[in-house]
Protein backbone atom coordinates (compact mmCIF):
# COMPACT_ATOMS: atom_id res chain seq x y z
CA UNK A 1 0.00 0.00 0.00
CA UNK A 2 1.39 3.47 -0.95
CA UNK A 3 1.04 6.52 1.50
CA UNK A 4 0.09 9.45 0.09
CA UNK A 5 0.98 13.20 1.46
CA UNK A 6 -1.06 15.37 0.13
CA UNK A 7 0.45 18.95 0.17
CA UNK A 8 -2.13 20.85 -1.86
CA UNK A 9 -4.64 19.69 0.78
CA UNK A 10 -2.55 20.64 4.02
CA UNK A 11 -1.94 24.33 2.07
CA UNK A 12 -5.37 24.58 1.37
CA UNK A 13 -6.26 23.89 4.81
CA UNK A 14 -3.40 26.04 6.71
CA UNK A 15 -3.72 30.01 6.79
CA UNK A 16 -1.69 31.83 4.38
CA UNK A 17 -2.20 35.30 5.64
CA UNK A 18 0.92 37.41 5.39
CA UNK A 19 2.73 38.49 8.44
CA UNK A 20 2.46 42.14 9.09
CA UNK A 21 5.88 42.88 11.69
CA UNK A 22 5.67 46.82 12.96
CA UNK A 23 8.31 48.62 14.35
CA UNK A 24 9.38 52.63 14.77
CA UNK A 25 6.48 53.13 12.33
CA UNK A 26 6.95 50.63 9.53
CA UNK A 27 5.26 47.93 8.43
CA UNK A 28 6.89 45.02 6.91
CA UNK A 29 5.02 42.21 5.41
CA UNK A 30 6.10 38.95 5.56
CA UNK A 31 5.54 35.70 3.82
CA UNK A 32 3.09 33.42 5.16
CA UNK A 33 4.70 30.60 5.35
CA UNK A 34 8.38 29.80 6.31
CA UNK A 35 10.35 28.87 3.24
CA UNK A 36 12.83 25.74 4.41
CA UNK A 37 15.91 27.44 2.88
CA UNK A 38 15.09 29.48 5.90
CA UNK A 39 13.47 27.23 8.56
CA UNK A 40 16.90 25.28 8.26
CA UNK A 41 18.75 29.01 9.25
CA UNK A 42 16.86 28.78 12.06
CA UNK A 43 17.44 25.06 13.05
CA UNK A 44 21.20 25.75 12.36
CA UNK A 45 20.69 28.68 15.39
CA UNK A 46 18.64 26.16 17.07
CA UNK A 47 21.73 23.55 17.04
CA UNK A 48 24.65 25.56 17.38
CA UNK A 49 25.64 26.78 21.44
CA UNK A 50 26.18 30.85 21.38
CA UNK A 51 29.76 29.83 22.57
CA UNK A 52 29.94 28.13 19.27
CA UNK A 53 28.96 30.44 16.51
CA UNK A 54 30.96 33.21 15.70
CA UNK A 55 30.12 36.68 15.02
CA UNK A 56 30.18 36.86 11.75
CA UNK A 57 28.57 33.81 11.17
CA UNK A 58 25.52 35.08 13.18
CA UNK A 59 25.40 38.10 11.36
CA UNK A 60 25.32 36.07 8.21
CA UNK A 61 23.03 34.32 9.43
CA UNK A 62 20.52 37.19 10.93
CA UNK A 63 21.03 39.06 7.52
CA UNK A 64 20.04 35.77 5.60
CA UNK A 65 17.15 35.31 7.15
CA UNK A 66 15.60 39.19 7.56
CA UNK A 67 16.50 38.96 3.79
CA UNK A 68 14.39 36.10 3.52
CA UNK A 69 11.71 37.47 5.04
CA UNK A 70 11.69 40.72 4.11
CA UNK A 71 12.94 40.60 0.22
CA UNK A 72 13.76 44.22 -0.89
CA UNK A 73 13.08 45.94 2.41
CA UNK A 74 16.10 43.39 4.27
CA UNK A 75 18.58 46.13 5.21
CA UNK A 76 15.89 48.45 6.35
CA UNK A 77 14.69 45.62 8.72
CA UNK A 78 17.87 44.92 10.03
CA UNK A 79 18.65 48.37 11.00
CA UNK A 80 15.80 48.19 12.92
CA UNK A 81 15.25 44.97 14.56
CA UNK A 82 17.56 43.03 17.73
CA UNK A 83 18.24 39.15 16.56
CA UNK A 84 16.08 38.70 19.99
CA UNK A 85 13.20 40.35 17.67
CA UNK A 86 13.89 38.14 14.80
CA UNK A 87 14.03 35.31 16.62
CA UNK A 88 10.37 36.44 18.13
CA UNK A 89 8.74 36.72 14.96
CA UNK A 90 9.99 33.55 13.80
CA UNK A 91 8.53 31.69 16.68
CA UNK A 92 5.08 33.84 17.03
CA UNK A 93 4.91 33.74 12.86
CA UNK A 94 6.17 30.79 12.40
CA UNK A 95 6.04 28.26 15.50
CA UNK A 96 9.64 27.85 15.52
CA UNK A 97 12.54 29.75 17.16
CA UNK A 98 15.89 29.02 17.18
CA UNK A 99 17.02 27.80 21.01
CA UNK A 100 13.68 26.10 21.32
CA UNK A 101 13.99 22.80 22.99
CA UNK A 102 11.47 21.61 21.27
CA UNK A 103 11.99 19.69 17.80
CA UNK A 104 14.58 20.91 15.23
CA UNK A 105 12.92 21.62 11.91
CA UNK A 106 15.02 18.86 10.03
CA UNK A 107 13.92 15.98 12.74
CA UNK A 108 10.31 17.07 12.92
CA UNK A 109 8.13 15.15 10.84
CA UNK A 110 5.88 17.97 10.05
CA UNK A 111 8.69 20.20 9.01
CA UNK A 112 8.99 22.25 12.34
CA UNK A 113 4.47 22.94 10.97
CA UNK A 114 1.89 23.40 14.39
CA UNK A 115 0.39 20.12 14.32
CA UNK A 116 -3.18 19.54 13.39
CA UNK A 117 -5.76 18.81 16.69
CA UNK A 118 -6.57 15.28 16.65
CA UNK A 119 -9.30 15.26 18.77
CA UNK A 120 -11.89 18.31 20.11
CA UNK A 121 -10.31 20.14 22.51
CA UNK A 122 -12.95 20.08 25.01
CA UNK A 123 -12.88 17.31 28.08
CA UNK A 124 -15.52 16.01 30.42
CA UNK A 125 -14.62 16.43 34.24
CA UNK A 126 -15.98 13.79 36.60
Not at 34 to 45: E, G, I
Not at 89 to 96: F, Q, V
Not at 98 to 106: F, L, N, P, T
Amino acid sequence: MTRTINLDQLRAEANHEPVEVHVSGRTFTLPAILPVSLALQVDVLAQTGENELTAVDAAKVFRSLVHGLAGDRADELCDLISLQELQTIITDAYGIGAGESSASVVSSPNGGMQPRPTSPTTTTQS
